[in-house]
T-cell receptor, first 112, second 115 residues
Framework: GNSVTQMEGPVTLSEEAFLTINCTYT??????LFWYVQYPGEGLQLLLK?????DKGSNKGFEATYRKETTSFHLEKGSVQVSDSAVYFC???????????FGSGTKLNVKP | GAGVSQSPSNKVTEKGKDVELRCDPI?????LYWYRQSLGQGLEFLIY????????KSGLPSDRFSAERTGGSVSTLTIQRTQQEDSAVYLC?????????????FGPGTRLTVL
């Protein structure tokens, strides 16, 4: 079947630390991959996406590379800020159909 | 312009009662999605609308759940005879068109508590 597994949180980092949030997927067809972010008190919003293998999505200093060989789409940022504190969701779409599969979310806390 | 809005923001109800949750998508967005987020869980897809039709209802957890969309705009998710396990945050999202190339814009959600 189709599913997304992401690392459990919370993840607590100091400002300027390096961030990795792991995401792996299983898909029965051709996947597109997404990261969404939910800041405190706000709705989910798209952070970045990649629609084919080896593509790198990037936005606001965050990056994720679609790795078909490892079925992964890990989120990274070189230097986190307090303002990056949020819940991050990895998501999958298969064959450009209209059903999206979301992971359980990873809460990131960045301390000054 | 206005984003996706949902009402009510919070709903507390007693077991066995019916509830209606409303979603106002972004004007001009033809695709509309409902998701459920239970505590500690990811977003669970419930139903998808393209215009007024719902080609994919596969995520509705039981026949107590139904949804409609009128005029290609507002959508209502109805839960009949609510159960405690229905307690969750219900999220609505809309996009300009369907498929993975079109960004989904999410509303703030309705937090449903069934006592």
């Amino acid at each position: 079947g189709n599913s997304v597994t992401q690392m459990e949180g919370p993840v607590t980092l100091s400002e300027e630390a390096f961030l990795t949030i792991n995401c792996t997927y299983t898909a029965t067809g051709y996947p597109s991959l997404f990261w969404y972010v939910q800041y405190p008190g706000e709705g989910l919003q798209l952070l970045l996406k990649a629609t084919k293998a080896d593509d790198k999505g990037s936005n606001k200093g965050f990056e994720a590379t679609y790795r078909k060989e490892t079925t992964s789409f890990h989120l990274e940022k070189g230097s986190v800020q307090v303002s990056d504190s949020a819940v991050y969701f990895c998501a999958l779409n298969v064959n450009n159909f209209n059903k999206f599969y979301f992971g359980s979310g990873t809460k990131l806390n960045v301390k000054p | 312009g206005a984003g996706v809005s949902q009402s009510p923001s919070n709903k507390v109800t007693e077991k066995g009662k019916d509830v209606e949750l409303r979603c106002d998508p972004i004007s001009g967005h033809t695709a509309l999605y409902w998701y459920r987020q239970s505590l500690g869980q990811g977003l669970e897809f419930l139903i998808y609308f393209q215009g007024n039709s719902a080609p994919d209802k596969s995520g509705l957890p039981s026949d107590r759940f139904s949804a409609e969309r009128t005029g290609g705009s507002v959508s209502t998710l109805t839960i009949q005879r609510t159960q405690q396990e229905d307690s969750a945050v219900y999220l609505c999202a809309s996009s300009f068109a369907s498929g993975s190339y079109n960004e989904q814009f999410f509303g703030p959600g309705t937090r449903l508590t069934v006592l």
